[in-house]
C-alpha cells in the first residue's frame, strides 16, 4: 500500500518565492496534518484537517503560510513570499479519525530558502 | 493544553547495552501516549502505543515502554541496542476525546549506538 506522499522532497528557492508543497495522504484517512521540523523548535504542528476542513491552523507562523485541503486525497502548503527562517522540512502525515491517533508520516520535503 | 518533556537530547550507548530514553508529560486530561522513531532524511514511524490497560507496551525492534500516570512519565527501554537503532527518537501525547486529533511531540532523543 503506498503511504503519504509528498512532493517535492527538495526544494531551493530564492527569499521572495512563492513556494507550493504537495501531499498526498494514505487512502481511506480523514485526518490530514502539516508539521515543521527544524533543530531550533523541533516538530510544530501548522494546521490539521479533518474531512477537509481545517480543524486547528493556530500553528501557523503567519498570513504568508496557507493550507488547503480541495478533496480528500489532496492538500498543498504554500508559502508566499518565502523568507530564509522558512527553511526547514515540511512533514505531511494523515490518519484515520475517530481512530487511536496513530499517524503516518510523509518522507518530508527539505525546503531551502536562500 | 497537553506537553512533552524529553529531558536528554543525545545518549550515546555502547552496542548490546541496555538504553532508556525518558518522556514526561503535562495534561490536564486523560491522554494517549506514543513513541515514533525518526532515521536519517525519513519521516516518522510508530515504534509503540499507551492507549489504555497493561501500562508495559511493547512495540517494534524489541522496544517497550512503560506508562507511570503517578510520575507522568512514559520512558522507553531497550534491553539491548543494535547499530540499527542509531536515529532519533520522538515522545508525543494526545487527549483522548476524540475530536482533538493532534499530536504534541517532545523535543526528541538522539539516540547514538557506539560499535
Known amino acids: 500500500d503506498a503511504g503519504v506522499i509528498q512532493s517535492p522532497r527538495h526544494e531551493v528557492t530564492e527569499m521572495g518565492q512563492e513556494v507550493t508543497l504537495r501531499c498526498k495522504p494514505i487512502s481511506g484517512h480523514n485526518s490530514l496534518f502539516w508539521y515543521r521540523q527544524t533543530m531550533m523548535r523541533g516538530l510544530e504542528l501548522l494546521i490539521y484537517f479533518n474531512n477537509n476542513v481545517p480543524i486547528d491552523d493556530s500553528g501557523m507562523p503567519e498570513d504568508r503560510f496557507s493550507a488547503k485541503m480541495p478533496n480528500a486525497s489532496f492538500s498543498t502548503l504554500k508559502i508566499q513570499p518565502s523568507e530564509p527562517r522558512d527553511s526547514a522540512v515540511y512533514f505531511c502525515?494523515?490518519?484515520?479519525?475517530?481512530?487511536?491517533?496513530?499517524?503516518?508520516f510523509g518522507e518530508g520535503s527539505r525546503l531551502t530558502v536562500l | 493544553a497537553q506537553s512533552v518533556t524529553q529531558l536528554d537530547s543525545q545518549v550515546p550507548v555502547f552496542e548490546e547495552a541496555p538504553v532508556e530514553l525518558r518522556c514526561n508529560y503535562s495534561?490536564?486530561?486523560?491522554?494517549?501516549l506514543f513513541w515514533y522513531v525518526q532515521y536519517p532524511n525519513q519521516g516518522l514511524q510508530l515504534l509503540l502505543k499507551?492507549?489504555?490497560?497493561?501500562?508495559l507496551v511493547k512495540g517494534i525492534n524489541g522496544f517497550e515502554a512503560e506508562f507511570n500516570k503517578s510520575q507522568t512519565s512514559f520512558h522507553l527501554r531497550k534491553p539491548s541496542v543494535h547499530i540499527s537503532d542509531t536515529a532519533e527518537y520522538f515522545c508525543a501525547v494526545r487527549k483522548t476525546n476524540f475530536g482533538n486529533e493532534k499530536l504534541t511531540f517532545g523535543t526528541g532523543t538522539r539516540l547514538t549506538i557506539i560499535p
Open positions: 495534561s490536564s486530561v486523560s491522554v494517549y
Open positions: 502525515a494523515s490518519s484515520l479519525s475517530g481512530d487511536t491517533g496513530e499517524l503516518f
Open positions: 499507551y492507549l489504555s490497560g497493561s501500562t
